[in-house]
Structures are given as C-alpha cells and as structure tokens.
C-alpha cells in the first residue's frame, strides 16, 4: 500500500499537468464554452496492482490531439458559442451564408471531413506535447519519489517478518 505522502505527491503531479494543459488549450484558442478545459481532472488511484495517476477529459479532447475526424457531426451550438468567443461575425455584404447557424453549420461540417487542425508538422497532438514536457521537468523528481516509495515499502515489509 503507497504511503499517504507518495499519493499526495502524485496528487501534486496531476495537479500541475492539469493547469498545463488547460493552459496549452488556452493559449491554442481552443474555446468555445470552456467545457472541455473544465473538464480536465487528475485522480490518483491505488488498486492491488499499484498505484496510478489518471488524467481525464471530455472524449473530443483526445480527437483534438490526434487530429481523428469525429464520427459524427459536431455541436453546432458550441461552434455557435465559439464564433461568438472570436467575435466572427457573418458578413451580410460579402457573405455566402444566409444565417450565423449556415455559417456553423458549415465549419461543423468541414471538421467532420477534415479533422481538427490540431497536429503538427510532426505529428504530435497539443496534448503530447504538454505531457511530454511535463514529463521531463518533473523526471528526476518522480524516480526520487518513487526510489523512496520502494525503500519504505520494502523495509516495512522486512519489518513484518
């Protein structure tokens, strides 16, 4: 069984992946309403295999990364809500919609045959990239954590018998 204080720092860890990812999210304008950002949690879960870190969000988050193309049409309504966050406005003079919901409409169906632009160059999804640099500025203070754990798991075993 992981000792309180372990949890705790694991706790902290998913903590500051959190925010890092709701940052990256931000900083992408990946924002309609938020909930996606909102919807970002960490959980520390300990069962008799050992202990984990889970990270979870809304499933498009994970569409978002990998530039997967959804099954089905998106919310028209949170394209409606994200046209207003960025202030895109139907041109009445120039315009080849008739409505602001044409409009949505149109972008929802472009993203279910396209994707989200999202992916870079290389391949790499906006969450890859968050969590590996996560990753490396927190390694050495996770194999520290762990080598730690370890040592007072097995000296408390040594101590039972």
Do not use: C
């Amino acid at each position: 069984m992981a000792s309180k204080a372990f949890k705790n720092r694991l706790r902290g860890y998913g903590g500051s992946l959190t925010v890092k990812l709701r940052e990256s999210l931000e900083s992408r304008g990946h924002r309609a309403k938020g909930s996606l950002s909102k919807s970002i949690r960490s959980r520390v879960i300990e069962n008799g295999d050992g202990v984990s870190l889970q990270v979870e969000m809304l499933g498009y988050g994970h569409i978002l990364n990998k530039n997967i193309k959804p099954t089905s049409l998106p919310n028209v309504d949170a394209i409606l809500a994200w046209m207003d966050d960025k202030g895109i406005r139907r041109n009445k003079k120039k315009g080849n919609f008739k409505s602001r919901k044409a409009l949505a409409l149109a972008i929802a169906k472009a993203i279910k045959k396209n994707g989200f632009a999202s992916v870079n160059k290389h391949h790499v999804g906006w969450m890859d990239i968050v969590v590996n640099k996560e990753m490396r500025r927190v390694k050495a203070k996770v194999k520290n954590d762990l080598f730690n754990e370890f040592r007072r798991m097995t000296l408390r075993l040594l101590d039972v018998k």
